[in-house]
C-alpha cells in the first residue's frame, strides 16, 4: 500500500493551508473550524478547542490532497496572481453572491417567521434579529470594499507609494474587525440553530431558508479568507518591505 503524502501538518496555520489548498476549506467547514477569521490559528490549537482527533483531521486533509494531486486537479492559487485580479475575483464571485442571496433570504425568513412563530418563535426571533444585523453589516461592507477599499489597493499596485499603503491599512484595520463581527455572528446564527436543524415542525420554505443560510455562511468565510488570509497578507507583506 503506497504511503500517504504528509503535506500539512498540525504546526501551520489554519489560513495557509487553505491558500494552498483550498479544498481543505471544505473539510474546515465540516468539522466546524474557523479558517477565515480564525485563519491565523495554528492547526493544533484550533482541534484542541474543538476537542478533534488530530491524527483524524489531518489524516483527512492529507488523502484529500493526495487524490486531488493524483487526478492533477488544478486550482487558481491566489497568492500568485495580481492583486488587481483577486479583487475582480472577489467582487464578481462573493459580492454577486450577496447582493442576490442577502434579499431573496431575508424574505423567506420573513414568510417563515410569520408561519411558524407559534411552534418555533423563539429561535426564529433571535435568527431574524441576527440576520438582519449581518444582513445590514454585509451591504455597508461590500460598498466600502468596491468605493474605498479595493480602488486604493488596485491604485497601490500600479504605483506604490508609502503614503497609499498607510490608507489603505486604516481601511483595511476596519474591514478585518468588520470580517470578525460577521463571523461572531456567523457562529451564533449556527448555535441558536442547533447547526440548522429543521425542526419536525419545518416547511419546504423553512428547509430552504436553512440551505441558503447555510449557502450564506460557506460563501462569506470563502470570501473573508481570500481577503484575510491572502490579499491582506500580501499587504502587510508589501509593508514590511516599505518600513525596511
Not at 496555520?13 to 479544498?23: N, Q, S, Y
Request: charged fraction near 35%; hydrophobic fraction near 35%.
Amino acid at each position: 500500500m503506497p504511503t500517504l503524502q504528509k503535506k500539512f501538518n498540525i504546526d501551520q496555520k489554519v489560513g495557509e493551508i487553505v491558500a494552498e489548498f483550498p479544498k481543505a476549506s471544505e473539510i474546515f467547514m465540516e468539522y466546524g473550524i474557523d479558517f477565515c477569521c480564525g485563519g491565523n490559528r495554528l492547526l493544533k490549537d484550533a482541534l484542541e478547542e474543538k476537542n478533534l482527533n488530530k491524527e483524524e483531521v489531518l489524516n483527512r486533509l492529507n488523502k484529500v490532497y493526495e487524490e486531488s494531486v493524483n487526478k492533477k486537479i488544478k486550482e487558481v492559487d491566489w497568492r500568485l496572481v495580481k492583486m488587481s485580479d483577486l479583487i475582480d475575483h472577489i467582487i464578481e464571485k462573493h459580492h454577486t453572491f450577496m447582493k442576490k442571496e442577502l434579499p431573496s433570504t431575508s424574505k423567506l425568513l420573513n414568510k417563515i417567521l410569520k408561519v411558524h412563530y407559534v411552534d418555533s418563535g423563539e429561535v426564529l426571533s433571535k435568527l431574524h434579529k441576527l440576520f438582519n444585523s449581518l444582513k445590514a453589516d454585509i451591504e455597508q461592507h461590500l460598498v466600502k470594499e468596491e468605493e474605498v477599499l479595493f480602488p486604493l489597493i488596485k491604485e497601490y499596485e500600479k504605483k506604490p507609494s508609502k503614503e497609499l499603503l498607510n490608507k489603505i491599512f486604516k481601511v483595511m484595520n476596519e474591514t478585518e474587525d468588520e470580517h470578525n463581527t460577521a463571523g461572531d455572528i456567523l457562529k451564533e446564527m449556527r448555535r441558536i440553530t442547533n447547526d440548522y436543524k429543521v425542526p419536525e415542525t419545518g416547511c419546504k420554505s423553512f428547509e430552504l431558508t436553512y440551505e441558503k443560510l447555510e449557502s450564506i455562511e460557506a460563501d462569506l468565510f470563502s470570501h473573508i479568507h481570500l481577503e484575510n488570509n491572502i490579499l491582506f497578507e500580501r499587504l502587510k507583506e508589501e509593508k514590511d518591505k516599505i518600513n525596511k
